[in-house]
């Protein structure tokens, strides 16, 4: 069984640019979450995907947007980068969108800093 | 709103102590509660999950936790601490759609 694999591992990008970070869900899930996880704090939940669709968002920008492919991948986009985005941006799998006692098996994350 | 506070960001016990990281929650509904170890610079390792049932959870490790709703908290323990158990735990409370919200984490600190 894979479990939840995140690309790229690390990146550094300059204020206003965009980036994209990916995620495979491990197999069989077909529920993604994204959380970021600012320096000594605890993850912040950004959206989640089920199916292709927006199941939930936090308290984000729309500059923080998000795909689901038909494989159940994840794709989380930001767009016009500031400072205060630099973070370890997590993301997670479970088995069923509405399970509200579901547990998410979180990938390795992937470390973004904004210069 | 659902809410979950961890008291003490750092505690620091000598090897074969007892380890306790205190949780508290706050939930207008049954809580479903997790907590979660992350070692540095990796993601997320579930330890131990409440739904419903009994209210003394096992997990993985060696490390337990007491749901006691009347106290609205979820600590966890494990008798005898190692080495290997210094990292960074955070307990979270599952809402709506599932979504997690995390406490802020206690970072476990263990002395030969």
């Known amino acids: 069984e894979t479990g939840v694999t995140q690309s790229p591992t690390h990146l550094i990008k300059t204020r206003g640019q965009q980036v994209t970070l990916r995620c495979s869900s491990q197999s069989g899930h077909n529920t993604v979450s994204w959380y970021q996880q600012a320096l000594g704090q605890g993850p912040q939940f950004i959206f989640q995907y089920y199916r292709e669709e927006e199941n939930g968002r936090g308290n984000f920008p729309p500059r923080f947007s998000g795909l689901q492919f038909p494989n159940y991948s994840s794709e989380l986009n930001v767009n016009a980068l500031e400072l205060d985005d630099s973070a370890l941006y997590l993301c997670?799998?479970?088995?069923?969108?509405?399970?509200?006692?579901?547990?998410?098996?979180f990938g390795p994350g992937t470390r973004l800093l904004v210069l | 709103a659902q809410s979950v506070t961890q008291l003490g960001s750092h505690v620091s016990v000598s090897e074969g102590a007892l380890v306790l990281l205190r949780c508290n929650y706050s939930?207008?509904?049954?809580?479903?509660l997790f907590w979660y170890v992350q070692y540095p610079n990796q993601g997320l390792q579930l330890l131990l999950k409440y739904t419903t049932g009994a209210t003394l959870v096992k997990g993985i490790n060696g490390f337990e936790a007491e749901f006691k709703k009347s106290e609205t908290s979820f600590h966890l323990t494990k008798p005898s601490a190692h080495m290997s158990d210094a990292a960074e735990y955070f307990c979270a409370v599952s809402v709506d759609t599932g979504k997690l919200i995390f406490g802020q984490g206690t970072t476990l600190q263990v002395k030969p």
């Open positions: 997670a799998s479970s088995g069923h969108g509405q399970g509200i006692g579901e547990t998410q098996y």
């Open positions: 939930s207008s509904v049954p809580p479903y």
